[in-house]
């Protein structure tokens, strides 16, 4: 039997581990392996990439986190149009995402529904559905949802995450009306907690998208990030430009929370991974293979919007000397009890990064081992490991989607004259608590941006016409 370590443990399974449900990483995998869901393709769902991007990311992040297997039923015969999966079949990409097309009796797993219902569903089924910047998951019993008819892919990327999340709160059995309510959130408002889903919150038909970026960290977030934006309506000869930034080599672990690795990545740069991915949907991309740090400088010509997903808190307080003229990062939660948890920074904000991360905050406190922990370090005579095992992260790729969706909208948003939030925190097993800074109108940003068309045209004009239409607030 192979011993997991810190260099190959699930890092979702990990949580079973770290709440002493297990005495044992090995057992931990066990538990979860037990795990499994559905996804049924009922009709309609393909016909927006919102809902071809609510399916690809359900998909994607289910299958690292239900171990027991994703099956997927319905309609397996639609070609996709988002970027990344361009004129693929739907049943080409399930088996390429790790799931299983079925078309006998599904199993009785829980089950996520995107277009018309099957019939008779029994036992947890709930239905994902969007509009515009609005994100809904609703019981199948109660037979609502949201139109799904303007078009937004963030918001197909958040229902995903939403639904994959209160399907893995049932399993666990952490969360007693995980499936029997009604969630959502419109990320054009992500502070509004009731009548979110109202008219006025569904926001503005997404007609600009940034013509290039920054991705500092490719990891758990930093890939989301990209997954992301290969799922967005660029026109195909206007899709964006970005420089890719990191050091590190794809680990086993990093399968669990990393959504464009596959097993044949391990051992290979991350950085190069994700720029053939995002080459391959149609992108450009520059390739910075070093540490952010005190000495990043951004050149002339280069972008200077960054998707921040770094979790390091020195590297946070050098973005104060970048060069940036936006950032948007995002910290998670870390533990078993608070990994859904996320904390949103757009900067420049009211605060300087070096002012919420201190210099004192750089020093890590010593790990504590629970019962478990202790155990496994007597009896592999590796109390070395053991610690870095319970150092690292619970993690899990939907938590890390909905931040990312987050996190883009930040970005889009201020495109169409909406706001940005120089904070905002957000709790993914009761939506109820979200809290934020008061809306601001981000001005100054000079950066060229590409507009695009919903419908999938390649029309389009030049980036610096859609620049001056917009004036960019």
Same mark, same amino acid.
Do not use: K
């Given at each position: 039997m192979t011993i997991l370590d810190a260099q190959s443990m699930h890092r979702l399974a990990k949580l079973a581990l770290d709440a002493g449900e297990v005495s044992s990483p090995e057992e931990a995998l066990q538990v979860f392996s037990r795990y499994r869901l559905r996804i049924h393709l009922g009709a309609g769902w393909a016909d927006t990439l919102a809902g071809q991007a609510c399916f690809l990311t359900a998909l994607n992040t289910a299958a690292r986190a239900f171990l027991g297997g994703v099956e997927v039923s319905g309609d397996l015969e639609s070609a996709l149009l988002v970027p990344l999966f361009d004129g693929r079949r739907t049943r080409d990409v399930v088996e390429k995402l790790g799931g299983v097309c079925t078309t006998g009796i599904p199993s009785q797993a829980p089950m996520l529904v995107l277009g018309t219902p099957p019939a008779a569903p029994e036992g947890f089924g709930v239905l994902l559905s969007w509009d515009g910047w609005c994100a809904a998951v609703t019981p199948l019993s109660e037979n609502t949802g949201l139109t799904c008819s303007m078009d937004n892919? *963030?918001?197909?990327? =958040? =229902?995903a995450a939403l639904g994959v999340n209160e399907a893995f709160a049932h399993v666990r059995g952490d969360l007693p009306d995980a499936g029997a309510r009604s969630i959502g959130l419109s990320l054009w408002r992500p502070l509004?907690?009731? /009548?979110? /889903?109202?008219? =006025?919150?569904?926001?503005?038909? *997404?007609?600009?998208l940034p013509s290039s970026l920054w991705l500092v960290g490719l990891g758990h977030l930093g890939?989301?990030?990209?997954?992301? *934006? =290969?799922? *967005?309506?660029?026109?195909?000869?206007?899709?964006?430009h970005l420089v890719l930034q990191d050091f590190d080599k794809a680990g086993t672990s990093n399968l669990s929370t990393c959504l464009l690795l596959t097993a044949g990545d391990v051992g290979k740069h991350k950085v190069r991974l994700v720029a053939a991915r995002l080459e391959a949907a149609g992108f450009t991309t520059d390739l910075v293979e070093r540490r952010f740090g005190p000495n990043h400088h951004v050149l002339a010509g280069e972008p200077r919007t960054a998707l921040f997903g770094v979790d390091n808190v020195a590297a946070r307080r050098d973005l104060d000397s970048s060069g940036f003229a936006m950032v948007v990062e995002a910290g998670l939660g870390s533990g078993f009890r608070d990994f859904r948890n996320m904390r949103i920074h757009t900067f420049p904000g009211t605060r300087k990064p070096s002012e919420i991360w201190t210099a004192a905050s750089v020093a890590q406190g010593a790990v504590e081992l629970n019962d478990a922990y202790q155990r496994l370090a007597r009896e592999r005579n590796d109390l070395c490991g053991m610690t870095l095992l319970a150092s690292r992260a619970v993690a899990t790729p939907f938590v890390g989607a909905l931040a990312a969706a987050l996190v883009l909208s930040e970005t889009i948003r201020p495109l169409h004259r909406g706001c940005v939030h120089s904070v905002l925190d957000l709790q993914m097993k009761n939506l109820s608590f979200r809290t934020g800074s008061e809306p601001m109108v981000f001005r100054g940003l000079q950066a060229p941006f590409v507009e695009v068309v919903r419908t999938g045209s390649v029309a389009t004009r030049s980036s610096s016409a859609a620049t001056s239409e917009r004036a960019l607030l």
């Open positions: 892919p *963030l918001a197909g990327v =958040a =229902a509004v907690v009731t /009548d979110w /889903d109202a008219h =006025a919150h569904r926001g503005p038909a *997404l007609e600009y890939q989301a990030y990209a997954w992301i *934006l =290969a799922m *967005l309506p660029y026109p195909t000869n206007g899709r964006a």
